[in-house]
């Protein structure tokens, strides 16, 4: 699946993304934190709901490359910005990632009905019927919707636009299950936030110019990951 999908993504960069798993007892104050960080960071952006949809084969080939550490290895997803449900216009996206660095491809989805009671089949026809290439609408065959995730979202910039850091919190994760009943399941909340910083690769930015000015260690993590493992029971082994 690797191979798939880099050789036909689109030429964009590839930047490095720290990850910190920060407790939510720093809620009232991580943004002081942020402030007072060397690289002046300022507030770009109104803080916005995210909303994703993750792919995985029947047998969870992408959980399990990711989980692997494969060097090469790629995420699958919809997303889009506010309310859960509804006609929604959002991107689908290809996470790769090659080492420590990843970029993002992306495809315009503009007609996406989403509601509580879509199932696998219903979530895969709404994007199909969009205009994406046609190697991914061969992979969609045998693929479906394995994690719907959803929450807000800060961002800041630093003062000479080299570093960006987003905020993620009160997030939830929701099973998606085919059951003629009910769908959208309960959701499972993740009892932390979590920093990203963002650089390009093409930047001579060490990790330390960030880390060693944070109370906090980076760490690797995965919302799609750590959504699968609370929500399905998946091990790592």
Known sequence: MNNFFIETEENNDYRFERKFIIPLY??????????????????????????????DTINFDIFKEN?????????????????????IKGKLEIKSKQGNVGKKTYYEINNFNFNSKSDFNDIK????????????????????????????RRYFLSHDSKIRITIDFRINNYKISNSPINHILL???????????????????????????????????????????????????
């Open 26 to 55: 720093y809620q009232d104050f991580i943004y002081e934190i942020i402030s007072n960080l060397p690289a002046r960071f300022t507030e770009i952006f109104k803080e916005r709901i995210i909303n994703n949809i993750y792919m």
């Open 67 to 87: 989980i692997d550490g494969l060097k090469t290895r790629n995420k699958i997803r919809i997303r889009w910005y506010g309310q859960k449900y509804g006609l």
């Open 125 to 152: 026809n709404e994007i199909l019927k969009n205009e994406i290439p046609n190697y991914l609408k061969e992979y969609f065959i045998n693929c479906y919707p394995s994690l719907l995730n959803r929450y807000s």
């Open 187 to 237: 959701p499972y909340s993740i009892p932390h936030m979590i920093m990203e910083v963002k650089y390009s690769s093409k930047e001579d930015i060490g990790e330390n110019i960030i880390s060693s000015a944070l109370p906090f260690r980076s760490s690797k993590y995965s919302k799609y990951i750590t959504g699968l493992l609370h929500l399905e029971g998946i091990t790592e082994n």
